[in-house]
């Protein structure tokens, strides 16, 4: 089987969980087919994977952008002949292949006018598709419900790669302070703000003995600074851009995931758990889907209730430890890669 795999943006161009999980698919498919991939970039050339055919997007309107893309698709499918398509772009020229084309989140936090037509505008293009593989069913949901036909879709969660996202030995002379790890794209809807104020409202004698690192690619700058001016004076520091979530995450005692968007898969709540780290997450059915129900739940934006959470395993070495080694048995079970990529196999199979 040859199958063509295409994206506008991946890491190290663009750092993202999607697209990490993006390329984890094409490495995880190459020992089964012969895999060609199609990456833009807009920074420099070495932005995009070494091994991709590299398209200048650079300096470029998202509409420009889009018909350079497509061109480079579609010269591409002439020259490789795939049998299949795989796509994170739903603006896509004619090919005579099946396409199937990944979503990994659709809906924003409070929804502007423009973001619905987005979303609409993305279903419209998506019909094309033979395909639509979301990874919860959350956003399965508001694809069906903005238009997308329910047969179309299909639910296949991130994979995770348990090798590289493991526990991490503990020195003896670790920081013997508290490491809450708040790790995810820095934008509004990840809630960032909010694992901020559950730690500012911790105890003065429990917040000497906690830090909190938020981590992650800046996708909002103005949000950025707003997070900066709270974290003053609080045991706060920003990792921005990080090269390797896997770094970050090995390094945390706790993750805390304050989302506050009910579709959207967490792919830094399952390396996390992979991790053996234990999470700490609001109660959302993409967060539930996505860890099986394991770490602690708390309700949606109460950061009250966060704040115990923290405040819980700050004291308790034990049930941190318990929930650690939960979390990554469940991972290597349900959504380590080898089980994932059967479901990927079955979905190509069934299509060519």
Known sequence: MKILMCSPRLPPDEWSGA???????????????EVRLVAGWRRARDGAPVEAVGVDLSGLSSATAGARFGRAVWTESRRFRPDVLVSRTAVLPPVAVPIVLVVQQIVRVDPKPRDRFRVKAFTMSARRADAVVVPDSATARHLVSAGLPEGKVRVIPVGVDTDLFGPLERAADRNPLLHVVCAGRIRPEKGQHLALDAVARLLARDKKRVRLTIAGAVDDRVYLDQ?????YEQPVSFVLDPPDMSVVLKDADVVVL???VEAGFSTTAVEAMACGVP??????PALR?????????VAPSDVPAMRTAVRTLLHDAEERSRLGSEGRRYVLGNIGWERVWEQWHRLF????
């Open 289 to 297: 889907e996505a860890t099986g129900g394991h770490g602690l739940s």
């Open 19 to 33: 697209g990490r999980a993006f390329l984890d698919l094409a490495r995880h498919a190459r020992p089964h087919a």
């Open 227 to 231: 997070l900066r001016v709270q974290a």
């Open 279 to 284: 999470v700490v997450w609001f109660d959302q």
């Open 349 to 352: 199979d069934a299509l060519v």
């Open 258 to 260: 304050p989302s506050i």
